[in-house]
Nanobody, 124 residues
Framework: QLQLVESGGGLVQPGGSLRLSCVSH????????IGWFRQAPGKEREAVSC????????TYADSVKGRFTISRDNAQKTVYLQMDNLKPEDTGVYYC?????????????????WGQGTQVTVSS
């Protein structure tokens, strides 16, 4: 099972940027679909973006399209989420997770390995 550790969260003003990182301690990420999910206070955890093991398939939530970019460096066992033009509604705890399914998916129920999360707060 993957051991994932997120970093890069923080407090940023609306319109600002952050880059989140997710590092695998141990297993290579090369065989896993990786997703970024977020959970706002009082809300369910939702998918933000996912990328297939090869990097050939990506998914973005409608609310972040054009603002967020997912990328991965399998050699460095790291996945990134570049977040630009941040809005207050992007506030929440951001988690990365891995899915070891054969077919690409961004279904949260398929992700079995989770990091501890990193807080992102967008506020003036």
């Amino acid at each position: 099972q993957l051991q994932l550790v997120e970093s890069g969260g923080g407090l940023v003003q609306p319109g600002g940027s952050l880059r989140l990182s997710c590092v695998s301690h141990g297993l290579t990420l090369a065989y896993y679909t990786i997703g970024w999910f977020r959970q706002a206070p009082g809300k369910e955890r939702e998918a933000v973006s996912c990328m297939s093991s090869s990097g050939g398939s990506t998914t973005y939530a409608d609310s972040v399209k054009g603002r967020f970019t997912i990328s991965r460096d399998n050699a460095q066992k790291t996945v990134y989420l570049q977040m630009d033009n941040l809005k207050p509604e992007d506030t929440g705890v951001y988690y990365c997770a891995g899915a070891g399914t054969i077919q690409y998916t961004c279904d949260i129920s398929e992700f079995g390995s989770w990091g501890q999360g990193t807080q992102v707060t967008v506020s003036s």
